[in-house]
């Protein structure tokens, strides 16, 4: 799978040097705190993701990078060298804007060449490499028009060709595909990674689109209220998140708190807030530690009679019903109170209506005891 | 993008509107609302080829006062004063101006409202009131009243209104576009220079037109700091108008009003063409 | 700050005008009454000399004091004060004193201007024209034919908004003050007060103050009476017979008007050379035929035609001069008693 | 995971480091900044000082502080001046907005699109003109024997001896005004969502409860922004009062003229009557933005 390949070419990059690396960085406007005491590593090459809810500080974190905020404290470092206190424009990175802040009043062409004039290259250095960028991007017959007269995802194209011609050492992409419709994203998607692929630089991509970020990235850090609370590849953050906050961000998730009854090295047992016993898969836990339960809709099975084994089984009553397609969302009212979310795949043999007694079933090692924060 | 996108679109509130609209009352007390707009405007151009000079009545078709005006060199030397004043009034507080709504959008400081409240005050405070105060600062300073003097005062309200004209732009301009230039390597000039200047070109010239007629058509401020034989043509008109007036200060109407029409025109023109590059598809 | 700038202001606000090199661009600029100059006097000039003349205009003594007070008049080399400005002005220190192996024709002065009580042996202005104020009417549209100052209060209703007076408070309200039996120069504050309420009676029913601009309405028949320089009258009499100028009957004002150097004038020699210019008899002769002044230049009156030195209006008789009086600075009390009175009735 | 209350370790040597923060301020906003200090905050603060000094002349020595300058407007005399102001420009003002809604209606919602710009343009064209011609013109309309008269005789009226009365003065104010309250409320109409006269006519409004219900409540703020602009500018018009009414329209900015300019050389005087002018319309203008919209006012 190509997860497995990528995650693969990220561990075996770890021990170069990073492309981009944040040290203890700080960030204050006026009394508010921005971003918090941030470390962040980006190895050549990645594709890295910035994932969080809107004001956590990720577009901070990115502007930290680009150059348009200086670190209240804190050290940003670009390919090893300190650029804490250089403006953006000697900055050896590039960014994709969400807004795409193309200049209206130039054509494509010269919107593409900008940043190769600035730096005084040849005439028919910028010709050559702006004819490369535009058909990179599939847009040579655009260049002469103004950005005004473009498709949104013509213009996405454009900004994107703009930051690549000048072969910077990172590329910062602020929400790139935001301001495009549904289809256009995800084609959108497909060409951005075919891109990364081809030029073989590192992007630093910040979303507050989980599914974007996951099918994009080889890492994500998951930001939120200014701090990472977690960085690792797509599966690790799915299915292995850190914190409640990871696992409730990163897709649907049940949580259930409790507290641990018993404590084995690789499982817990724990009880429920309204006494349902739980096992779950959990790192080093002590007795009596309170926790979260985060059991993903998926991973829970729906039956009309009990199941056996040693996993976790309860009964209950189908609350609600939505029918998607190509599943079923149920919400099942447990007999001791609490209400699951429940993903099945759209099937023959589970007919199953509002008010059916179910029975809801899942593995130990499919959910998980976090920590409660 | 824009909301006055020239796509004909269909008006759902209103039946397609024939070329020639229906006589309603609100057209019909329009029309007669353009006819006292216009009335003095063809007085006085009736009466410019009018051969009596007392103008009351019409005493036959004549370019005498045509004549008068293009060899009035008195009246002609205010003209150039005028222009002279308008110019470089406008065209420094076209700088100062356009420094200062960008300094005022980019940056927060203390006292910053203050320093907003004081830019807007020559919009607000009537002119005699800058004028009088303008006098005696200059009085009291021992400056003494000249040309100089007049563009000094001048460049104030210019410089006003070409800050909050700018200023409108600037807020609805992208505030990423000046980032990526400096992203693509701009230096901070730089970025001004080639992409936040062009990209309020057509409201610094919407600034400039606007500055350019109030000074022209200042009397107050001009009547409290001229000297020193500077004599703009508003101050030279209000005299003849005073002193009793010849028909050729009419023929002088219908030459700037015909002036001002294609100054319009041209404004019209800039902003019609802007609004073309920048429409949306 | 304010307050040093205030100190500093406030002295130069009560001292004489500090200016001094206004702008000199070679012209010779004049500031005068309306009508004094024409474009046939500066081509003339010009041509002789080769400067350049520009010529401003004011519409009352004291409108052209404060110009030259509040740093205006820095540009200005030539200024035509009335007599009892040139004494207010000699008192401000505003005038040069006149280098007087510097002017030619002197001489030729009528008697009674050799020297003349407002500016004793012409040390400071040379006399250049004289005249009168009185009542300049269209015979077509006037009720009838004004006899003294009393004709407006009388017609007042008939004359509603078809009078103008000047725009000149020494002249204005000296009027009235000289239609109650009073004197132009009165000090007497329960005159001057009278004077002031009469005329606040008939404030509602003129037109305008104005000095100059009356003609075409006038001549349009839009006004009726109007109070007028001699020098402005004469011109529209003998331009329409419907035009008739009087000097009414209780007296009127007799008014010189000086030429004189500013102390801050730029361009002095060309001031003198205007100066001389005016005062040569050809020059001065062919002016008045143009611009209707009466000449104190003896040498300039011998060599008018006969219609104009006859023209009663331009040189009235004896027995007419007789009952008028020249206007003459008054004390600061009176002024100030003036000054407030003409701003209340023209803002009433 | 981390701390929330991490501490925020002192400024770094990068933050210190960073190339002269001032200089950008500096360099965008003195220039301007010390013009209006110079010229325009300086001066008032000068007229404030000098409108403190009673009996203050140019050119003769003054005495010490006092209230008497302002006390002197409270004779009756200037009190009409000031009350004839006032009537100058709420008459003004009121007959703006009377005459120009209509016009701004039509032209926003009306007109055909196609000539619309155009139409607006053609209706503002007169204020690039010289306002003193504009207002000279009237005189020559106005005169006994002038083109008005003229009209009136023809159709069997009485002739008007209008000119040098308040009535020139109002016809003139209302005139040069004009294309400013009908631009203003243009942009205001312009803006109307129209949906909200769909929703109303769908709610079973008739056209006229639609405009007294919708349209005129939702352009409030841009009729007030306009009657504001025309009320001030009105009340403190030079050319229109001097130009059109003679001796019987003294209004404030022609006080004040004549105080600094006439033959009183009143400056103390005068920059009393400058700093009330000044006072008012600061007040009508904090009033607008008490209860008014900002962005209306700042747009206009």
Redesign the interface.
Known sequence: MAQTVRAATAAAVTQTQPDVELRQVFKTFGADLAVRQLDLAVQPGEFFSILGPSGCGKTTTLRLIAGFETPTAGDVLIQGANVSAVPAHRRPVNTVFQSYALFDHMTVKDNIAFGLKIRHLAAAQVRDRVGDALRLVRLEPMANRYPAQLSGGQQQRVALARALVNRPAVMLLDEPLGALDQKLRKQMQVELTTLHRQLGITFIMVTHDQEEALALSDRIAVMNNGQIEQIGTPSDIYDRPHTPFVADFIGDTNLLPGRIDEAHPAQVRVTTESGLRVLARAGNMSSNQAVVVSVRPEKINLSLGAAGGNGNCYQGQVSHLMYLGTHLHCIVRLSSGESLTVRQPNRADTPIAVDTPVYVHWAADDCLALEAA | MRPNSSAPQPDPTHPPIPLMPRLTWPSLFTALMYAFMYFPIIVLGVYSFNDSRYSASWDGFSLRWYRALFSDRRLLSALQDSLTIAVVAVAISAVLGTLMAIGLARYRFRGKALYRGVSYLPLIIPDIAIAVATLVFLVSMAVPLSLATIIAAHMVFCLAYIAVVVSSRLQRLDPNLEEAALDLGATPTQAMIQVLIPQLAPAIFAGCLLAFVLSMDDLLISSFTAGGGANPLPIEIFSRVRTGVKPDINALSVVLILGSALLAGLAEYVRYRSDRIRQST | MAGLAATNCRQNLSGPSAGGGGGDDGALHIYTWANYTDDGLADAFTERTGIPVVVDIFDSNEIMLTRMQAGGGDAYSILYPSDYMVSEMLELNLLTELDQSRITGLENLKAQWANPAYDPNNAHSIPFCWGTTGLLYNREVSPGEPIDWDFLWENQDALSRRITMLDDMRETLGATLKSLGYSYNSSNPAEIEAAYNRLLELQPHIAAFKTTGFENELLGGDLSVSMAYSSDAIALTLEDDRMEYIIPDSGASLWTDTLAIPATAPNVDAAYQWINFLLEPETASAAVERLYFATANQAAFERLPADIQNNQDLYPPEEVLAKSEGIVAVDADSTDLFDQFWTEVTSA | ??P?S?P????????R???RRWL??V???A???V???L?????????L??SL?PG?R?????GGYGLGNYLQIL?P??L??IGRSLAFAVGSTLLCLV??F??A???A??????WR??LL???I??????????A??????L?????FNTMLTTLGLPAQ?W???PTAVFIGLT?SF??YMVLILYASLEKLD??L??AAADLGATPRQSFWKITVPQTLPGIAAASLLVF?ST??D??VPT?LG???S?NI?R?????????????GF??AL?MV??LA??LA?ALLLRYGDRNTV??A
Request: proline share 9%.
């Open positions: 995971m981390t929330a991490a925020i370790p002192s400024t770094t040597w990068a933050a480091l960073a190339p950008g301020p360099v965008l906003l220039p301007a900044g013009w209006l200090l010229l325009l905050v300086l001066p008032t603060l000068l007229i000082e000098i000094v203050l140019l050119g003769q020595p003054s004779q005399v200037y009409r001046v005459l120009g209509p016009v209606y039509w032209l919602l009306l007109s055909p699109r196609r710009n155009l343009v053609g209706f064209l007169p204020l690039w003109t010289s306002s003193l011609l504009r000279y013109a009237w005189t020559t309309i005169r006994p024997s002038g083109v001896n000119l040098n009365t005139y004009l294309p129209t949906r006269l769909e001030i009340l403190s030079f050319v130009l003679g001796a019987s003294m900015s006080l004040i003229y004549n105080q600094f300019l006439g033959p009183t050389r009143a400056w005068g920059s400058s002018l000044i319309v600061s203008i700042t747009e």
